[in-house]
């Protein structure tokens, strides 16, 4: 089995910058393709961001283009989120997600997740 823990999560005025990351442990391999989800109070958990398993190419949600940045560490078992220019509707809870091989943009396609850390966003 495949155990994924975050950290990183906290309190960022609007404006302001943030690092999550995700450390994987147990069964893990480089050829799975990492990502990132959130989900705020009374919303369904949505994509934010994924790197596929060569690490080659990245795929992210409109909503956070241009201001977060997905990278993987292989050597060290980790993928990271630098979250930039954050907004108040960035508040969530951040889930990291690992996949053999195949990289997706839909939850369902997530064999394992961790279990989160919250992002606030407020002034």
């Known amino acids: 089995q495949v155990q994924l823990v975050e950290s990183g999560g906290g309190l960022v005025q609007p404006g302001g910058s943030l690092r999550v990351s995700c450390a994987a442990s147990?069964?893990?391999?480089?050829?799975?393709?990492m990502a990132w989800f959130r989900q705020a109070p009374g919303k369904e958990r949505e994509f934010v961001a994924a790197v596929t398993w060569s690490g080659g190419s990245t795929y992210y949600a409109d909503s956070v283009k241009g201001r977060f940045t997905i990278s993987r560490d292989n050597a060290k078992n980790t993928v990271s989120l630098q979250m930039n220019s954050l907004k108040p509707e960035d508040t969530a809870v951040y889930y990291c997600?690992?996949?053999?091989?195949?990289?997706?943009?839909?939850?369902?396609?997530?064999?394992?997740w961790g279990q989160g850390t919250q992002v606030t966003v407020s002034s």
């Open positions: 997600a690992a996949n053999y091989r195949i990289t997706s943009t839909s939850r369902d396609d997530y064999r394992y």
């Open positions: 147990g069964r893990t391999s480089s050829s799975y393709a």
